[in-house]
């Protein structure tokens, strides 16, 4: 008889796992936050709508997937309305606002007087 010789592997039992870095960790919690916010806005938006289904019997009924959209609709409207106000803001007041990183932040130089306003047109 010939002795085998027996390898000794460490074998780690278990699924493997996968991590995530602290920023990809925030991300996600993030996203997943704000997917939350928005199925819950549009459930509430589909029970408001049918609950008014019983004052006035003339509206459809909304199911949630119209929901769905009707809130994802609104919230692109918002954003396009709030960046048309934040264009509208730097074309009144030329120079006044400086980008400071992801953010604008005004120059700290004040107003300019009305004379030197009337002088530069």
Do not use: H
Request: charged fraction near 15%; aromatic fraction near 10%.
């Amino acid at each position: 008889m010939v002795p085998c010789k027996i390898a000794t592997v460490v074998v780690i039992g278990g699924m493997p796992t996968i991590q995530l870095t602290d920023l990809a960790a925030m991300r996600l919690e993030a996203i997943s936050f704000f997917a939350a916010v928005v199925l819950l806005a549009s459930w509430s938006v589909q029970g408001l709508w049918n609950y008014l289904r019983i004052d006035f019997p003339q509206l459809p009924k909304l199911t949630y997937k119209r929901a769905l959209a009707m809130v994802v609709l609104w919230g692109f409207v918002f954003v396009l309305v709030l960046t048309m106000i934040s264009g509208a803001r730097e074309l009144m007041t030329p120079g006044a606002w400086k980008q400071d990183g992801l953010i604008y932040r005004l120059t700290g130089e004040g107003p300019l007087p009305m004379r030197s306003r009337n002088e530069d047109r």
